[in-house]
């Protein structure tokens, strides 16, 4: 995704979920006579061929720091963790690991690998080389941003505090058997481990020279490296011939790295990508012009526009620690300020859909109107700012609204700004790069900003506990709530899904009566393909399956 999303962390949908899909359907198989006059069917897939695909500049493409939306796109195709997501229906299904199960109580969990699966150095794919990775980013001196996906199992606070040097829960039973033992029973951890994050890596091929490696990194997945990652130009991966799982039927992808949408979608145009995102602006433009699909998920050459929805949410971040910002009237008053179908209709051309919550729709669980302030009503607004002592906005500061420069993010803002003016808010404009940003966001030196959470896996919890729970490293707004804590601590625990889904509503409805965010709207894909592209699939977590899909001569 060119306007960056922190993957919640960051990916996908659960077993309900409609996926989001390209699907551009080869034409049916024909039939040809053979050397005995009968008649057999001709394949109607095409072998070979490059995928030509645009993404940002990437943070990082190496497992122990996938934490967005680019590198995760890259990283994926280069490796495979222990599970997987179907991209249509979105069911785990096996990946590195053929089968899996855990105790009663979900505190230890087993997982039987596929035998004479390779990295791309030829070298055995084995238990040791995931414990291995998950240890290495686990180290603190490796400054894995993304560790907190193991936060569960044992030792990892023993490593965190550098009082141990391995997770004393992940046990190496054999070549192909991993045991992982937790602190506490997490009845969802089958979903952690399939964020590409927890694949696997060789560990004479990292140690031999890291820096290479984070550059050139050797996978297990269905296409390898070509050459070293080149900054600010490209990515380039081919298929893997060894590859323990089906068989790629394209030669490879080159990831085209662009400055911004707009000039990606030129690029498209002039028939340089097959993938893109479509600009802000341009939506019915591209529509008009390429076809919708019409189900919203598959598309064939003249249906080429997805827009199918995303396991995703737009929202303002509301730093609690700030002064203005800690009565939660004032955070009530600047959401229902905000005219969110106004934003949708001007930006984005009504494709996407205002929020009402911070779990997205296709979330087992999902509620609608969980955030009780996540509405547009000018006038109750003014009231909650007048009860917090700032009627009509009088002798309330102005306040800064941040935001990540280059994506498109100050047209929205702009329009925040117009409404908070309604209420008698006045707020400033203050963009920054991407990396700035986020040492912003982290270090607490901002009041009203912007991100957008897209999930690591497709469960509730990946919505709150990352976002809410006190210390998180993504919880941007500081929230405490010591009730909300242990709720969250019980849900995981909790083993029965109904109860354990009941406790997470019950944990979204006290974090939105709190106003400690202000939900914008869920995505939608706004994403087109070329008419050579076949049988891609785009799912709603934003990933393309590139082993699937085929491209016409």
Not at 285 to 312: C, F
Request: net charge negative.
């Amino acid at each position: 995704m060119s306007e960056r999303i922190r993957k919640g962390f960051s990916f996908l949908l659960a077993l309900t979920l409609v996926v989001s899909m390209f699907s551009i359907t080869g034409c049916a198989a024909e039939e040809e006579p053979t050397d005995d006059g009968t008649e057999e069917p001709v394949s109607d897939v095409t072998k070979g061929g490059t995928f030509n695909f645009y993404i940002s500049e990437p943070a990082f493409i190496d497992p122990y720091n996938l934490q967005e939306s680019e590198g995760t796109q890259v990283g994926q195709a280069v490796f495979d963790s222990l599970v997987a997501f179907d991209p249509i229906t979105s069911e785990l299904k096996p990946a590195a690991a053929e089968s899996w199960e855990s105790n009663e109580d979900a505190t230890v969990w087993t997982f039987h690998l596929v035998e004479g699966a390779k990295f791309h150095d030829g070298s055995d794919v084995t238990a040791d080389d995931f414990k291995y990775a998950w240890e290495r980013i686990c180290t603190p001196s490796v400054a894995s941003e993304i560790s907190y996906h193991l936060g569960a199992v044992k030792g990892y606070d023993a490593m965190q505090d550098e009082t141990a040097t391995e997770l004393e829960g992940v046990k190496v039973i054999d070549d192909y058997t991993l045991e992982v033992t937790l602190n506490y029973g997490f009845a969802d951890f089958e979903f952690v481990v399939g964020h590409p994050a927890l694949a696997p890596v060789p560990k004479e091929a990292v140690e031999s020279d890291p820096a290479a490696f984070s550059e050139m990194p050797i996978g297990n997945g269905p296409f390898k490296m070509a050459e070293p990652w080149a900054h600010d130009q490209y990515i380039k991966i081919v298929k893997f011939d060894d590859y323990y799982g089906d068989e790629p039927n394209i030669d490879g992808v080159d990831f085209k790295i662009l400055a911004d949408q707009d000039t990606a979608f030129l690029e498209f145009e002039a028939g340089n990508l097959d993938f893109t995102q479509i600009p802000t602006g341009r939506i019915q433009e591209t529509i008009d012009k390429y076809g919708e699909s019409p189900d919203g998920y598959t598309v064939n050459p003249g249906e080429q526009v997805s827009l199918g929805a995303e396991q995703a949410i737009y929202y303002l971040l509301v730093n609690t620690t700030d002064p203005a910002l800690k009565d939660p009237n004032v955070r009530a008053a600047l959401s229902m300020a905000i005219d969110r179908q106004d934003i949708c209709d001007k930006v984005f051309e009504g494709t996407r859909t205002p929020a009402t919550g911070i779990v997205p729709p296709g979330i087992v669980g999902y509620e609608a109107n969980a955030f009780p302030y996540a509405k547009y009503d000018v006038e109750a607004a003014k009231a909650k700012l007048a009860e917090a002592g700032f009627p009509n906005g009088e002798g309330f500061p102005e306040i800064s609204l941040e935001y990540n420069s280059g994506s498109g993010h100050e047209d929205i803002l702009q329009l925040v700004q117009e409404d908070l003016k309604a209420i008698g808010v006045n707020g400033k404009l203050v963009g920054s790069e991407w990396a700035q940003y986020l040492d912003k966001l982290g270090a607490a030196d901002y009041q009203v900003g912007r991100l957008g959470w897209i999930a690591d896996y497709p469960i509730m919890d990946n919505f709150l506990y990352p976002l809410f729970k006190t210390g998180s490293s993504d919880n941007y707004s500081f929230y405490s709530n010591p009730d909300v804590d242990a709720k969250l601590d019980e849900a995981r625990t909790t083993v029965d899904d109904d109860a354990r889904v009941a406790l997470y509503q019950e944990i979204e409805s006290i974090v939105g009566n709190d106003a400690v965010s202000i939900p914008m709207f869920y995505y939608r894909h706004t994403r087109v393909a070329s008419d050579r592209v076949n049988d891609g699939v785009y799912s709603a977590n934003g990933l393309f399956t590139f082993e699937s899909c085929w491209l016409s001569e």
